[in-house]
């Protein structure tokens, strides 16, 4: 099937930004999200984009998408302890693929 | 936003018994709802998808004989484990959709943590 990728891993310090990055193969992706999921709780919905937009901005939150790459990234301002959480890119067309999740770690 | 609740949040088993795990769309009607399936640090697999009314499509690889699917409302979705096993223990979370309503999202439920001994 169609895939989503994402780099499992990310740490950063409280205050810099974070950059989580995902890529997709299905080019025909309608919509695509990004989640976040806190340890033992269910997926909360961050931001999402539109697949005919390059870029999203929300609060702290600033989502890119290079359609021709198939490229999708979310980018968190002044990171904070609390943004610590796996975050997850899904993509739709008709079901919704998830990648395997990136562990945001923010250290004080 | 709109509200999907999950039942129990927590359940231990005993192998061989059978568990139910209820998906409730809470001011919403569900058209359509998603069971998917989270190992412990990988991502969410998609079970299967059911249509109120009708029985589920399951992706392949899923046993339909063990996961048992219930859409009879468009507010409850239902998965029942069938003779659960060890292997069966995993995190469970049900998604929602009314599919008559043009919109980009999917609504998530919190998950049921399912451990059988």
């Known amino acids: 099937g169609e895939d989503v990728e994402q780099s499992l891993f990310l740490s950063v310090r409280e205050g810099d930004s974070s950059v989580i990055n995902c890529t997709y193969t299905?080019?025909?992706?309608?919509?695509l999200y990004w989640y976040k999921q806190e340890p033992g709780a269910g997926l909360q919905l961050l931001t999402y984009i539109f697949s005919n937009m390059d870029m999203k901005q929300d609060q702290r939150l600033t989502v890119l998408l290079n359609k021709k790459d198939k490229h999708l990234s979310l980018r968190i301002a002044d990171t904070q302890t609390g943004d610590s959480a796996i975050y997850f890119c899904?993509?739709?067309?008709?079901?919704?693929?998830f990648g395997a999740g990136t562990r945001l770690t923010v250290k004080p | 936003g709109a509200v999907v609740s999950q039942h129990p949040s927590r359940v231990i088993c005993k192998s061989g018994t059978s568990v139910k795990i209820e998906c409730r769309s809470l001011d919403f009607q569900a058209t359509t709802m998603f069971w998917y399936r989270q190992f412990p640090k990988q991502s969410l697999m998609l079970m299967a998808t059911s249509n109120e009314g009708s029985k589920a499509t399951y992706e392949q690889g899923v046993e339909k004989d063990k996961f048992l699917i219930n859409h009879a409302s468009l507010t409850l979705s239902t998965l029942t484990v069938t003779s659960a096993h060890p292997e069966d223990s995993s995190f469970y979370i049900c998604?929602?959709?009314?599919?008559?309503?043009?919109?980009?999202?999917?609504?998530f439920g919190p998950g049921t943590r399912l451990t059988v001994t």
């Open positions: 899904a993509e739709k067309n008709n079901d919704m693929r």
């Open positions: 998604s929602a959709r009314d599919l008559r309503v043009p919109t980009y999202e999917q609504y």
């Open positions: 299905d080019s025909s992706s309608t919509y």
